[in-house]
């Protein structure tokens, strides 16, 4: 497959990657970001936020005995990619990374050369559920006999309503198995629209001039993908919130932006 960089066309996997202070990223990203924290100055809390979020998240996971992990629109690997966190919680995880983004899979694979065969890499879209689960990497790594855990983070907010994601991420829960997780985190602007209705100066604009436009959803939108499935406590909550280690510490302009939670399939 081709590489398409497009280096002078902000790519939302390179944006975050320059939050999180990576070095896969170009010029165009880096004014992005600047852009982005200008009208958002907490942007790259939020970011640093979110993987410390994905930890949490697989560690929980990891502790009820999942050793298998889907991880759909992994994005740039920067920092404690989700096979480090699992390897170090749950040795002999598996896992499988998805992307539709072929910068971002040639890095992963990259990042994985020589590693022992428990983790693949997978070219593939989100709103294609079927072509990722019938993947032979996927059927080569995941039993979907056994508990499984399946991540869907930071990426749904870039998928429009008229891709229907909330059926794509139905197809890959009807996969899993008894005993299996969802893990998912997503923008909202719930908030920012009831606080601030008349402020234009948004992120979105900045995400709007990306390969990816932003699409935020409201609360119960965003319950919606754990349809059928029995939340894991607190339920959606603020991704700094959710199992931090101090919650006290957490800032209060933090809360209702990017919300976050697990659900357990019964």
């Not at 990576?22 to 936020?49: C, H, I, M, Q, W």
């Not at 309503?161 to 997503?186: K, N, Y």
Request: aromatic letters at 6%.
């Amino acid at each position: 497959m081709q590489l398409n960089l497009e280096p002078g066309v902000p790519n939302i996997a390179r944006i975050y990657d320059a939050m999180l202070g990576g070095k896969d990223n170009f010029a165009a990203d880096r004014e992005a970001v600047a852009r982005l924290t200008e009208v958002e100055p907490l942007s790259p809390l939020y970011a640093r936020n979110h993987r410390e979020y994905i930890g949490r998240a697989v560690q929980l996971v990891a502790g009820y005995g999942v050793r298998q992990f889907l991880d759909v629109g992994t994005g740039l690997p920067t920092m404690d990619n989700v096979h480090q966190i699992a390897y170090r919680h749950a040795p002999g995880s598996r896992v499988v990374y998805v992307d539709n983004d072929p910068t971002v899979c040639a890095h992963a694979r990259a990042l994985l050369t020589g590693d022992p065969g428990a983790v693949a890499v997978v070219a593939e879209d989100l709103r294609r559920p079927e072509r990722i689960l019938e993947h032979p990497e996927t059927r080569r790594l995941i039993d979907f006999d056994e508990p499984l855990c399946v991540l869907v983070t930071g990426v749904l907010h870039f998928i429009p309503d008229e891709d229907d994601p909330h059926a794509a991420v139905r197809v890959l829960t009807d996969a899993m198995g008894p005993g299996s997780h969802l893990v998912i985190s997503h923008i909202t602007d719930e908030e920012v629209r009831r606080t601030r209705p008349d402020d234009n100066r948004s992120g979105m604009d900045v995400f709007a001039k990306s390969n990816a436009p932003m699409h935020p959803r409201a609360r119960r939108d965003i319950e919606r993908f754990f349809d059928g499935l029995v939340p894991v406590d607190p339920g959606l909550a603020c991704i700094s919130e959710w199992h931090a280690p101090d919650p006290s510490d957490i800032r209060e302009d933090l809360r209702n932006v990017w919300l976050g939670a697990v659900a357990r399939k019964p």
